[in-house]
């Protein structure tokens, strides 16, 4: 290879260098001491709370989970409903995320229903007339949530217990279900992650 093609072909890589840092560099100066190489592990290994596009939620069960954009209109209803029931929006979303993966026609196999997966009998209760109306599924999912973290004087655990086993399974404490334990381990593991993108305190 000539001493020229050599040139030219580091040339390009550094051109593709370029690329991929305006691509990922999400506004941070290589100045500031930060290092191309250590940004772009960050995006690689969880995206930068800075790179994160608006109405952006986290996703998934595994240890690297995945940034997936959701319909803005769910972000609007979790704002009011966090505000009005004092929950954080990121528990509502790991709720939300666990139960029903953001699907609003999403049935399970025992009748629950819609995005907080509301049992017909528990809706009733809640006022909530179409469990899979998107407004309607998390104003009174989120208020069955914040009545169960208050009865239970801000256990989230025994809360979470409740909400996925019923409250009177959760009456002495954590029921020992296989199913529950998961749902608690799994919501709480999904809350931590959505709390990194926002930087709102706890209930």
Known sequence: MSEGSVFENIGRVLLRIDEIKKRFGCG????????????LEQVNAK??????????LLAGDGPESEVQTQPALYNKIIEVASEKFRIPTSLIKAVIQQESSFDSNAVSNKGAIGLMQLMPGTADLLGVSDSYDAEENIMGGTRYLRELINLYGGNLNRALAAYNAGPERARVGIPDIRETKDFIASVLRKYDEFSQYSDEEGF
Do not use: I
């Open 28 to 39: 941070k100066n290589p100045d500031q001491g930060v290092s191309f190489e250590s940004s």
């Open 47 to 56: 995206q930068d709370a800075a790179c994160v596009p608006e109405g952006a």
